[in-house]
């Protein structure tokens, strides 16, 4: 079956600008999770959603980072007057669950570039 | 909070030859979850290996390995007859098995394959 897709898989924006990306999970993944890779740098944890309900947003790195979840399907990471900081790839994961027994499953980012 | 460290940033190996990745996480819980992943330039993170921390044995899978000392804190990946398709950036995570938040990630090792 199809795997967790991302859209765009590149973007380039001015900064300033505001930006949606997109994270399509694995049909029937309950659980679904969004993290930031900076270059040279691991992946940091943002947000997870369980169905449409996103428990713990303390993750995202400041208030103009929100994220959206419609029902069980697709989510948006929104980024508010982007930054150059914020130039990183963004990935999205999707599990069955939410605990250790389910495998997450990584889409193939998107990568942000602020100019 | 949880730290993943990963001391190497690169290694290199010559093909059919063993190879360790080292990495080492610092938590204050019992009940934990360790993984490696594998990130080719695709950018897609694929789950290599994943060890229950109230496990003794090692977990394996094939080609890969690890070598989990709990009292130490460690946890290393061995790569046995290495081929060429094992060339990608390998990231060492956490999870605290009662968390249903992401995966804490080390920075990350490059691994290079020498054919």
């Known amino acids: 079956g199809a795997g967790v897709s991302q859209s765009p898989s590149n973007k380039v924006t001015e900064k300033g600008k505001d930006v949606e990306l997109r994270c399509d999970p694995i049909?029937?993944?309950?659980?679904l999770y969004w993290y930031r890779q900076r270059l040279g740098q691991g992946l940091e944890f943002l947000i997870y959603f369980q169905g449409n309900s996103a428990p713990d947003k303390s993750g995202l790195p400041s208030d103009r980072f929100s994220a959206e979840r419609t029902g069980e399907s697709v989510s948006t990471l929104t980024i508010q007057r982007t930054q150059q900081e914020d130039s990183a790839v963004y990935l999205c994961a999707s599990s069955l669950g939410r605990g250790n027994s389910y495998e997450q499953y990584f889409g193939p980012g998107t990568r942000l570039t602020v100019t | 909070a949880q730290t993943v460290t990963q001391s190497q940033p690169e290694m290199s190996v010559q093909e059919a030859e063993t190879v360790t990745l080292s990495c080492t996480y610092d938590?204050?819980?019992?009940?934990?979850?360790l993984f490696w992943y594998k990130q080719p330039p695709s950018r897609q993170m694929i789950l290599v290996i994943r060890q229950e921390a109230y496990k003794q044995q090692n977990a394996t899978e094939n080609r890969f390995s690890v070598n989990f000392q709990k009292a130490a804190k460690s946890f290393s990946l061995k790569i046995s007859d290495s081929q060429l398709g094992d060339a990608a950036m390998y990231f060492c995570?956490?999870?605290?098995?009662?968390?249903?938040?992401?995966?804490?990630f080390g920075k990350g090792t490059h691994l290079i394959i020498q054919p």
């Open positions: 995570a956490y999870r605290s098995a009662d968390s249903a938040d992401g995966l804490t």
């Open positions: 938590t204050s819980e019992s009940d934990y979850y």
């Open positions: 049909s029937g993944h309950t659980a």
